[in-house]
């Protein structure tokens, strides 16, 4: 990732809130980017914070999520999609997907999810099966870490992001038990229409770094994609 440039011996501060998934996956770099350059920045995770109301209040300026409407004065940039592989260990597919995944199986195996409700989650099964299940077993994890780990160790099946997925699948402790059906979830960077200089620079560091990391391609032309981010002081 190149590096910011930064006008000033001043240090701005800056807030950002973060889709935890993104964070955990590929958006730290962008974090460590900023900070090395004389930028003292806070991230919050959108599970720690109501984001919606930090963003409209000036609280944070900048707001990586998967809700697609933005707010008025703001603009909701698409900047790609995290894709998600429904994973377990070799054991609990042999148990439970032995003949695939059916109704019969997700109900009977108990899912790993973020929370009760996880939309992702009831998205993939109605793609998988080309309808809606409920009432199956579930455990909830807020982090994508702790899910992960439980998966690891055969508490439950779920989803992953494919990048984090990936290296799991290649040693054999996870394997995939749909890779018909992966999920994609889009993913969108709030912000302010009109924003100080920093924040406007910041804005173009998030995008730039998703058109290299995500699925799909990005909103920005390929000069801003390529060039030198100037940072400047507010």
Request: charged share 20%; with cysteine.
């Amino acid at each position: 990732m190149k590096r910011l440039k930064l006008d000033t011996l001043a240090r701005p501060n800056v807030a950002i809130a973060v889709n935890a998934d993104c964070l955990t996956t590929w958006f730290e770099p962008i974090a460590y980017a900023i900070a090395k350059e004389n930028v003292a920045i806070e991230v919050f995770t959108d599970n720690q914070i109501d984001a919606l109301t930090a963003l409209a209040r000036g609280e944070v300026m900048g707001w990586l999520s998967k809700t697609r409407t933005a707010l008025p004065g703001f603009a909701a940039e698409p900047i790609g999609l995290m894709e998600y592989e429904c994973v377990g260990t070799p054991a609990l597919a042999k148990r439970y997907f032995a003949n695939g995944l059916k109704r019969e199986s997700v109900v009977a195996a108990p899912a790993v999810l973020p929370n009760r409700s996880d939309p992702v989650h009831e998205a993939f099964i109605e793609k998988a099966l080309g309808f809606v299940v409920s009432g199956y077993v579930a455990h909830c994890f807020p982090t994508l870490e702790a899910r992960l780990s439980a998966i690891r160790r055969g508490i439950g099946y779920g989803l992953v992001p494919t990048m984090l997925a990936r290296a799991w699948m290649d040693s054999g402790d996870l394997v995939g038990l749909a890779p018909q059906a992966k999920i994609s979830v889009d993913l969108y960077w709030h912000h302010w229409t009109k924003a100080p200089p920093t924040d406007s620079a910041i804005s173009k560091l998030v995008m730039r770094h998703a058109c290299r990391t995500l699925t799909r391609s990005c909103v920005l032309p390929l000069q801003d994609v390529l060039a030198d981010l100037p940072v400047k002081r507010n």
